[in-house]
């Protein structure tokens, strides 16, 4: 018995050395793919992040070129048309695509987390071979639709009903802000089967997209991340057959709650793309711009700003990978997720924040970039879980380990 | 004939970083500064690696001359589509003097023992622009070249190259074995995809020093001094032909 407890204790000591030494040296192929990643962002995305945003466009050719890549599946079996990577590598493309455009980056991580995961997770052979394999390769995206109007965080009152009718499912509700939904070809939707089972009476179907009863509204006029759709998803009377619900009956608050976990990472990514294209900013200004006789990079109020910068920045960017880590080694990572995603979508308003503060005028005019990493930083704390419910998420671990 | 090209692949500088002399005006600094593939060797990697998906050639050999850090270019070129390397270690002092002609003479040694049909180089690096390890690889195998390729295709066993010249384009037919330089519009390098970088990892590298190949890589040049180029000064508006002509005769120009 004690044996068998060594063992097993020297066996997470192994995975846990890997992810440390991970932590402090990407391996070799991270690396690659971090810099294949960069120089996609630094050429293809950079150049036009401003013009996406204004023209709230679609990067329809950016998406395909992805796909293209792997990154619109990175960690879907070679078998099935993705790439096979683990999530240490999404986080890290998630991270690049995002510095160069962070709308480019949401697209592509509803795509990965939302819409492919739980089908990874929860689908039968079937079902990842039609709705997963057309979905790797850029021509089609997904979507995830759990949010309604009348509930985001309180995600178990969904009022999006299911009822069975012969060989089909009848879906009628409504869902609310779903990224993607004007240029999907399938989307995730969560309606509840059973009422009186409540959160447990909740199941997941999958939904071809177009398709008769479903209808989007019409798309939102954001803040930020204006290049992403994101619009209602109307079900009247919409029927599916019967082998379109994904995973058992009532398992959906459960797959939904799965998914985000992993979502959060994809986000908390996306969050420290943005803050360390904000960063980039701020110091390059810095050194350039010249008041008071020198740089103002000289100045230690703009020197302070900076290493809060990174500071904030660097750790969440710790945190992000260390969720990834666990992730990967199988280990349990809905706490470590949450503090990413907290930790990095406070980083970004943060730095943009700050990097609009460095560049003072400059910072408040579309000629630079900080404005529009300031609109995009922002929806960072509010999409795939508030950062109200990351904090919760946050202290229900912490207080179950001390149960 | 094997079917098999050899690219020859250089870590440079990064073409975005700014470069800095040190201060004792020996050297540029390369410590901590990022590096990549010569963007005109990662057109030469992407031509063979296209011909290799056309099935004109069957196998794509890469090379790269330098310490450990040239096996990063290699990867890259792996994970590219290429098929095994070849790193030529090559350290310190040894590396700080590596130029076209012992570069060159690595190539031909690697051609004739990997049996090449066609070796393909960038036109020049973005490091020393020499322009001169195509040319002189091509003279000590006795091959024919196809510098400045702005489009190559395989006709039999000759090679059409159209070629980037000063007064516009000029074809040429050559025989193979050949060597060929890549010029900026042959072809536009692909992104390695997520896969290739996972299979490259299980590609082989070998690893060899010149002497294995029976290179002498003595280097016959001395770098006495590097200097950054004179900051360039405020010019100066002139109203007339005649005052501008006056100027130059003052400054010496004419």
Redesign the interface.
């Not at chain 1, 293209?68 to 990154?71: I, R």
């Given at each position: 018995m004690a044996a068998l407890f060594k063992a097993r204790k020297a066996l997470g000591l192994c995975l846990s050395c890997r992810s440390f030494s991970a932590l402090a040296e990407l391996p070799?192929?991270h690396?690659?793919?971090r810099?294949?990643c960069r120089?996609?962002a630094?050429r293809e995305l950079t150049p036009i992040a401003g013009k996406l945003d204004k023209e709230h466009a679609f990067p329809k050719k950016q998406i395909q070129?992805l796909g293209?890549?792997?990154?619109m599946a990175?960690e879907v079996p070679?078998e099935l048309g993705g790439?096979?990577?683990d999530y240490l590598?999404y986080s890290l493309?998630m991270e690049e695509i995002s510095r160069g455009c962070a709308s480019t980056g949401v697209v592509v991580s509803v795509n990965n987390s939302l819409y492919i995961g739980p089908i990874l997770k929860n689908g039968t052979e079937e079902q990842k071979q039609q709705w997963i394999t057309p979905f790797t390769t850029g021509e089609k995206v997904g979507c995830f639709g759990l949010s309604e109007p009348g509930n985001g965080s309180d995600a178990g009152a969904a009022s999006t009903v299911a009822q069975q009718d012969g060989e089909d499912w009848v879906l009628n509700g409504t869902k609310a802000w779903i990224t993607n939904s004007w240029d999907a070809s399938a989307t995730i939707v969560f309606a509840t089967t059973d009422k009186k089972l409540k959160h447990k009476g909740i199941s997941a179907f999958l939904i071809p997209m177009p398709h008769p009863g479903l209808s989007l509204g019409k798309k939102e006029d954001k803040l930020g991340i204006k290049a992403s759709s994101t619009a209602n998803i109307i079900m009247e009377d919409c029927r599916i057959p019967l082998g379109n619900m994904l995973g058992p009956r009532g398992a959906g608050f459960k797959i939904a709650m799965q998914t985000l976990d992993s979502g959060r990472i994809g986000i908390a990514a996306q969050a420290l793309g943005i803050a360390q294209a904000s960063l980039d900013c701020a110091a390059d200004y810095a050194l350039k711009r010249v008041a008071f006789g020198a740089p103002i990079g000289k100045l230690q109020a703009i020197q302070f700003k900076l290493a809060d910068m990174g500071v904030a920045l660097e750790s969440a960017r710790l945190l992000t990978w260390k969720a990834a880590l666990l992730r990967d080694s199988k280990q349990p990572f809905t706490k470590e997720a949450a503090m990413a995603k907290l930790a990095a979508s406070e980083a970004a308003t943060f730095c943009a924040h700050q990097a609009i503060q460095v560049l003072g005028g400059m910072g408040y005019v579309t000629d630079m970039p900080a404005e529009r990493h300031y609109r995009d930083a922002r929806i960072t704390e509010i999409y795939e879980g508030t950062s109200e419910i990351q904090r919760l998420v946050i202290a229900g671990q912490i207080l179950k380990e001390y149960q | 004939m094997s079917g098999r090209v050899l690219v020859g692949v250089k870590r440079v500088i990064d073409y975005a970083v700014k470069i800095r002399v040190k201060p004792d005006n020996s050297c540029v600094v390369t410590d901590g500064v990022k590096h990549s593939m010569n963007p005109f060797c990662e057109i030469a990697v992407e031509e063979a690696v296209k011909m290799k998906e056309k099935k004109l050639i069957k196998e794509v050999v890469v090379v790269s001359c330098g310490p450990q850090q040239a096996m990063e270019t290699i990867r890259t070129a792996l994970a590219m589509g290429a098929d095994r390397g070849i790193h030529v270690e090559v350290t310190g002092k040894d590396y700080e003097n590596l130029g076209p002609l012992q570069v060159s003479k690595i190539m031909a040694a690697l051609a004739k023992k990997e049996d090449a049909l066609l070796v393909i180089l960038g036109k020049q690096a973005i490091d020393d622009d020499c322009n001169q390890t195509g040319q002189m690889t091509a003279a000590l195998l006795d091959w024919p070249q196809g510098t400045f390729a702005s489009e190559l295709s395989m006709e039999g066993d000759k090679i059409k190259v159209v070629r980037e010249i000063d007064g516009g384009l000029e074809t040429v037919k050559i025989n193979t074995p050949a060597v060929i330089t890549a010029d900026l519009r042959l072809n536009t390098p692909r992104y390695a995809t997520l896969p290739n970088i996972m299979k490259a990892k299980k590609k082989k590298i070998a690893n060899v020093k010149p002497a294995d190949l029976g290179v002498d890589i003595t280097s016959r040049l001395e770098v006495l001094r590097v200097d950054e180029p004179p900051q360039r000064e405020a010019g100066v508006k002139v109203e007339t032909v005649d005052d501008l002509l006056a100027r130059l005769k003052e400054a010496g120009r004419i």
């Open positions: 070799e192929t690396q690659l793919l810099q294949t120089d996609f630094d070129d293209a890549m792997g990154v990175i070679e790439a096979g990577m590598a493309a | -």
